[in-house]
């Protein structure tokens, strides 16, 4: 039985978002449109709602609201999706947003609630009687629509909402949800707020952003940020984007920050701790602003101070750095991975404090998600199958530069990992069709077969078409798609017309085949499915070094 609806003429108590896994049905990938609509993935997208009349009078609505709010009441609610083949209820389908304002009041402690407001501004692309935001862990207080009380109700992981009057495809849409945010993590789930020793950091990839606010929450659909962060005293927040404003009264501190170019749900950030914002300026006078633990400061400085000479490593190969501002947020906290969240990537602290680690295998790490910035973030994935763009491309650069800092040859590790190739397609099938996630394990879509196996089908191109080819290709590949998203097929067509020849024979077998095709020039290059050859066991794949104590490896994303 689905839960009781919240109705605007009859409010109730608040209503809980239970946090439930959805399942991960494979199928083939579909490329749809970068902006989710109601046919976006064929027949696998649930059905929108069509309303099928036209808008009502504001007299016709008064005379209605009674049998609006029996049908809120009666009709059942469903999960939507746009169909994506890994994760097919994430997304919803008929409108594409075009911004988020999400205003976050901090407690002061990390284990409480944040008081939260969320207001989407969308372009509805079809007939709509409800509209379905991925919500799913936090308590609702009220829905607005175009300033307009509405009738809100869960179902699965999805906060279904029924304005009055429905909504009309080609309209401008305003939803406000009033709800809370909370950061002890959803039984079951990995992912959202991420807490710190001193507050927290965000965490979203790959479908968590919907554990921190109501969303949209698919790469495909792109969209402008605002953020209003309130912290008690002694506390400091920054976000995605630039910096829009300060504002102190009663013993609190308000922050905004806005993005200037779209992002993805997944790539949003807020930090909120005892910590101190250090700037610098870039290449070209692009801003730089990195987060630290105030107490680390000082012995984080040097590895803070290579970031301008990272950027402009990148800069050299495949052109200016695509966005506002970048920096580093170094958190107090343990995750395993770090994270490249647009515009403030997210590290361990430890990885830079803690003896062990070489300096080349931090700064290739530094890399790897310096390079997300490019490939995964200002390109976004049209759906997570071609997560392997994003993550084969930025592990590409991070051996390219940890090659040139003393870490292992590019030979080596692709070698190495051409010896683990059929092995990692075996476990998580091949670089462009990765099997789905277990249920509650929604981050086991990154997985070797998307990071070295990945950046083993660049190899294998740039072997094929020659280096001044795959150059070119990589400049064209960010600035043809900056600012958007991007498939495999689209790849794999600019590659053909780079090469001026038709590469769709060469790549769909390193792409999608069960094994790895033979390695141009590397006749001898041998691959197995056994789990004793070099790579093997590795968390993240050829990550050479532990760096934390108790063994585990870092691993990026």
């Not at 002061?108 to 862990?137: E, M, P, S, Y």
């Not at 870039?282 to 107490?295: A, E, I, S």
């Not at 090659?403 to 091949?430: F, H, I, N, T, V």
């Amino acid at each position: 039985m689905p839960p009781t609806p919240h109705v605007p003429t009859a409010p109730g108590p608040a209503s809980d978002l239970p946090a439930s896994d959805r399942p991960s049905v494979p199928g083939p990938s579909v490329p749809g449109p970068s902006v989710p609509g109601p046919s976006a993935h064929g027949a696998t997208a649930r059905a929108v709602v069509p309303r099928g009349r036209p808008r009502r009078t504001s007299a016709a609505l008064l005379a209605s609201a009674v049998s609006v709010c029996l049908l809120a009441a009666s009709a059942p609610a469903t999960p939507l999706g746009i169909g994506d083949r890994l994760f097919p209820h994430l997304g919803n389908p008929g409108y594409d947003v075009a911004s988020y304002d999400l205003a976050l009041s901090y407690p002061g402690a990390n284990d409480k609630a944040l008081q939260a407001t969320t207001t989407i501004v969308a372009r509805l692309t079809a007939d709509l009687d409800r509209i379905n935001l991925d919500f799913a862990h936090g308590t609702v207080r009220s829905v607005e629509v175009d300033g307009a009380p509405a009738a809100f109700t869960t179902a699965g992981e999805d906060l279904v909402i029924t304005p009055e009057g429905g909504l009309d495809a080609g309209e401008r849409t305003r939803i406000t949800v009033r709800h809370t945010s909370d950061p002890v993590p959803a039984e079951g789930r990995d992912g959202g707020w991420v807490r710190t020793a001193d507050g927290l950091a965000m965490a979203n990839q790959a479908d968590a952003a919907h554990l921190v606010f109501p969303c949209n929450d698919h790469p495909s659909d792109k969209a402008m940020f605002t953020f209003r962060i309130t912290a008690p005293e002694g506390h400091t927040a920054v976000a995605n984007g630039r910096p829009a404003g300060v504002d102190r009264a009663r013993g609190a501190t308000t922050w905004t920050y806005r993005t200037l170019h779209p992002m993805a749900t997944e790539l949003a950030q807020v930090s909120i701790g005892r910590s101190t914002v250090l700037h610098r300026t870039g290449p070209q006078g692009l801003p730089l602003r990195d987060v630290v633990p105030t107490r680390h400061r000082e012995e984080l400085e040097p590895w803070l101070a290579r970031t301008p000479d990272q950027i402009a490593w990148m800069e050299a190969r495949v052109g200016r750095y695509p966005f506002e501002t970048y920096g580093l947020l170094m958190a107090d906290a343990s995750t395993g991975f770090a994270l490249e969240t647009q515009t403030l990537s997210l590290f361990e602290r430890d990885l830079f404090t803690e003896p062990g680690a070489p300096a080349w295998y931090v700064e290739s790490i530094m890399m790897h998600e310096l390079a997300h910035q490019w490939f995964g973030n200002s390109v976004s994935p049209r759906t997570w199958s071609d997560l392997w763009l994003g993550e084969g491309h930025a592990t590409w650069y991070e051996a390219l530069y940890a090659q040139e800092r003393s870490g292992p040859s590019l030979d080596a590790r692709m070698k190495a990992a051409y010896e683990a190739s059929d092995r990692w397609r075996a476990q998580g099938g091949p670089p462009a069709a990765p099997k789905a996630p277990e249920p509650g394990q929604k981050i086991g879509i990154f997985r070797p077969n998307v990071y070295a196996g990945a950046a083993l089908v660049l190899y294998a191109l740039r072997e094929e078409i020659g280096r001044t080819a795959f150059e070119r290709l990589q400049r064209l590949w960010v600035t043809h798609h900056r600012n958007g998203t991007a498939t495999t097929a689209d790849f794999v067509r600019l590659a053909s017309e780079v090469a001026e020849r038709d590469l769709a024979e060469f790549l769909e077998p390193w792409l999608y085949d069960s094994k790895t095709p033979p390695m141009p020039g590397h006749p001898d290059w041998r691959s197995t499915t056994s789990a004793t050859e070099s790579g093997a066991g590795f968390t993240r794949p050829l990550a050479p070094v532990e760096h934390r104590p108790g063994g585990d490896r870092e691993q990026t994303r």
